[in-house]
């Protein structure tokens, strides 16, 4: 053993395990990783070579008296029976059954659902009730024929981990450098650190992001052969592989008929395999989709929230220069044409998969490193209880130019890699603004690919950095793109050399360690003289307010006319009402005529009830109101009978969302920072 091999058996005695030995028995069968690895532990802990050759020949001889396949449960419940009882590897799942009052022990490969078990085994091992484990379980045949039912278990031995003591593990996190745990980590999937490079070492580690950080809509496209589906098929019992076929809203979020939560209530993680071969049957399937990724919860009627992360794996043949090159072409063009810039926009970060190497056997370890269910079980508690993003928020100075999702995309990554190489939360300020650079990394990749597909600059903020601990302003590339003019500058001009009207923001200028610019003062309001304008709103700008920004255009104005297709949500609707409030501060409005749209009939029914409470109000103050739902619709544009037209390219949502309803900002819009946005007012007729 070397040296980081004799550590972990001192500091993890018991919990590690010798990497090369499971890719020997691995061979030739199909038991799970930890299945391998707990016989691993019992016959080959040892470094003498005839000794690991004998406990290997056991390995293989435990596999095939003891391990139940599928198709074998008929020849194993005769086999107790004949015998009168067995011991057998498999899956056993306790569950209680309500009618009946009592408990009985489901055996997966054994073929029973009706196996009775003791009070004393699920009162030990909890994870029996939450999911099950693999065990080593002693199987008895009842011979009393009175009885209902033929099985019992009279021994039972978890071969997973049965309770974990977290504490502990961070205990043992801090007798490691930051080197040696990484190391420790890449060996625990099977790979020798010392064969790759730094950047592919934070590669392969970023695989297990969305295994730690809730809710992280993670992709990673890339050549055959490089292991992209292992993390979340072999590594973890805490994550499902979603491999081709359909996509229907009824597997995956929710099932109306059964009123079941699909898999996204059940799973840490759910990864799409070969995504560019998804199939998407329900096109409502993509609307809540987005919902949950940009949220973590959706509505079916009613209201579901889940912590699984979305991981989006496949192939990109295309040569990656000519992609990054192309006026035409981008990185994301191997996904889905249903993923829409909505879907893309909600990607927190694009794994460059085409730097990850592939699969050889020089690349793969023979030292130790965990087991790997001790490690999953370590992953999944960070995942469920350790929650660090005000820590990141606090620590993170990014530079300005970000917009809300770019923010939070940069936050998680970076708290995904503290929580996998610091569960203590000890970081220096060198290890921190490592992970800062690779996540604003894997974001600008996002945002570079939704740039060259939307034809204005919505996405045109690309120049993503930080502020370093000398105040200087350091900007992130991708390593592909960094100087092609093709990502870099797509439409062939300068998209964000137009300066808005009014407001705190300014156009972000971006050059490698210059210092922060002093904050600008607000430039003056326009003024008052109605003309044609056209300007752009800046991220986290304040002062615009609906009044400031097209009040003036509605003087003399007898019917206002909103069309939005997104007024549905509280917020949106909310938004809506400021209008309407405007409406009735100038005085000479009488009809305001509102179209809007709606994915779902019960959101269309939800709106109805809000919308029917404000065209009341409205009847009061002598406004009538009225509205329509047209799925057609998709600009959004309010138009006056005096012939002014404005046009805000988000529509009325321009305002972010505080953090609470109590701060400033929340009721003043001219105090509310804002979306980036373009804004043009021009007259017809």
């Not at 993170?396 to 990554?413: H, I, M, P």
């Not at 003056?524 to 304008?533: N, R, T, V």
Request: hydrophobic fraction near 35%; proline fraction near 5%.
């Amino acid at each position: 053993m070397n040296e980081l091999s004799n550590k972990l058996n001192q500091v993890f005695a018991g919990r590690v395990v010798r990497k090369d030995l499971l890719h020997r028995a691995r061979k030739g069968t199909n038991a799970p990783t930890f299945v391998l690895e707990f016989l691993l532990a019992r016959y080959c802990a040892t470094d003498d070579p005839d000794e690991i050759e004998g406990g290997m020949a056991a390995v293989d001889e435990t596999l095939r008296g003891n391990f139940v396949r599928p198709n074998e449960s008929n020849a194993a419940q005769s086999t107790v029976q004949q015998k009168g009882s067995h011991k057998f590897i498999d899956k056993v799942r306790v569950i209680h059954h309500e009618k009946e009052k009592r408990h009985w022990a489901e055996m997966e490969n054994f073929g029973s659902k009706r196996v009775a078990i003791n009070e004393s085994h699920y009162r030990e091992h909890r994870r029996l009730l939450e999911g099950g484990l693999w065990c080593e379980a002693t199987v008895g045949y009842n011979t009393v024929e009175d009885d209902d039912y033929a099985f019992y278990i009279e021994d039972l031995r978890p071969i997973q981990v049965s309770r974990f003591d977290f504490q502990q593990f961070v205990e043992g996190r801090k007798r490691f450098s930051r080197e040696e745990w990484k190391a420790t980590l890449l060996r625990s999937i099977g790979l020798d650190a010392g064969r790759l490079t730094p950047r592919q070492q934070m590669h392969y580690l970023a695989r297990l992001a969305p295994l730690v950080e809730p809710n992280f809509n993670y992709v990673e496209l890339g050549p055959r052969g490089t292991g992209k589906s292992y993390s979340y098929s072999e590594f973890t019992p805490y994550s499902t592989l979603v491999s081709g076929g359909q996509t229907t809203t009824a597997t995956l979020f929710y099932n109306k008929v059964r009123r079941q939560t699909g898999i996204i209530g059940y799973w840490d993680t759910i990864a799409f395999d070969e995504v560019a071969g998804m199939k998407i049957k329900d096109p409502g399937t993509i609307q809540i989709m987005k919902d949950y990724m940009a949220n973590g919860r959706f509505n079916l009627g009613i209201e579901v929230l889940a912590p699984a992360s979305l991981v989006f794996i496949g192939n990109i043949d295309d040569s990656i220069a000519e992609n990054v090159a192309s006026t035409k072409y981008d990185l994301f063009r191997p996904l889905p044409p249903e993923f829409d810039l909505a879907i893309l926009h909600r990607m927190h970060a694009y794994i460059p998969g085409w730097e990850i190497p592939s699969n050889a056997d020089e690349l793969l370890t023979n030292e130790y490193g965990f087991i790997t269910d001790y490690l999953a079980e370590a992953l999944h508690h960070l995942f469920k209880h350790s929650n660090i993003l005000s820590v990141v928020k606090k620590r993170a100075k990014l530079s300005s130019g970000y917009q809300g999702r770019d923010e939070t995309a940069v936050y998680k990554t970076v708290s995904a890699f503290m929580k996998l190489l610091h569960p203590d939360g000890e970081a220096t300020d060198a290890e921190f603004q490592e992970y800062l650079e690779y996540a604003i990394e894997c974001r600008r990749r996002v945002k570079e690919q939704l740039n060259k597909r939307k034809p204005d600059d919505e996405f045109a903020q690309i120049q993503l950095g930080y502020i370093n601990k000398d105040g200087k302003k350091i900007e992130v590339f991708c390593p592909e793109s960094k100087g092609v003019e093709a990502t870099q500058n797509p439409r062939g001009a300068n998209a964000q050399s137009q300066e808005a009207p009014a407001g705190k923001s300014e156009p972000e200028n971006f050059s490698q360690g210059s210092p922060e610019p002093e904050p600008t003062e607000p430039e003056a309001k326009p003024s008052s003289e109605l003309k044609e304008e056209h300007f752009t709103i800046r991220y986290g700008a304040t002062g615009f307010s609906y009044q400031s920004i097209f009040g003036r255009y509605l003087a003399s104005a007898k019917k206002l006319t909103i069309e939005d297709p997104y007024i549905r949500r509280d917020y949106q609707i909310r938004n809506f009402l400021q209008v309407c409030e405007l409406a009735v501060q100038v005085g000479t409005i009488k009809t305001i005529e509102l179209v809007t749209a709606s994915e779902h009939d019960y959101q269309k029914e939800e709106a109805v009830k809000k919308l029917d409470e404000i065209k009341e109000s409205l009847a009061d103050s002598g406004i009538e109101m009225t509205y329509k739902f047209d799925p057609t619709i998709h600009d959004r544009e309010i138009r006056t009978d005096t012939g002014w037209h404005v046009s805000i390219g988000r529509g009325l949502d321009i305002y972010q969302k505080p953090d609470s309803w109590l701060q400033i900002g929340a009721s003043n819009l001219d105090l509310r920072p804002c979306m980036e946005t373009k804004v043009s007012i021009f007259r017809k007729g």
